[in-house]
Nanobody, 115 residues
Framework: QVQLVESGGGLVQPGGPLRLSCAAS????????IGWHRQAPGQERESVAF???????LYRDAVKGRFTISRDNARRTVYLQMDSLKPEDTAVYYC?????????WGPGIQVTVSA
């Protein structure tokens, strides 16, 4: 059974850093891409970053140059390093994978950027 579990969220001041982790289990995670999405209150869920099985990366324009996605296959974990955080980055962040034509999401973790 595919499971994704996020960790590392919390409250951070504007301009500060935060690192999210996504622990994957139940499938051959090293052979698949994984993405991070986020959803702010009253808004639709949006993609933030994606890393392929061979470590190609994609970012939405709003986070380019500030966020870095990476993966550690030995730990079956994907990271999202977020620097220079802004209040508009406040959202619930979700880990996502599409496996065997099904979508799997983690439960989500809150990130709040506020002074």
């Amino acid at each position: 059974q595919v499971q994704l579990v996020e960790s590392g969220g919390g409250l951070v001041q504007p301009g500060g850093p935060l690192r999210l982790s996504c622990a994957a289990s139940g499938y051959a995670s090293s052979a698949h891409g994984i993405g991070w999405h986020r959803q702010a209150p009253g808004q639709e869920r949006e993609s933030v970053a994606f890393i392929s099985f061979n470590r190609d990366t994609l970012y939405r324009d709003a986070v380019k140059g500030r966020f870095t996605i990476s993966r550690d296959n030995a730990r079956r974990t994907v990271y999202l390093q977020m620097d220079s955080l802004k209040p508009e980055d406040t959202a619930v962040y979700y880990c996502y994978v599409r496996y065997n034509e099904k979508d799997y999401w983690g439960p989500g973790i809150q990130v709040t950027v506020s002074a």
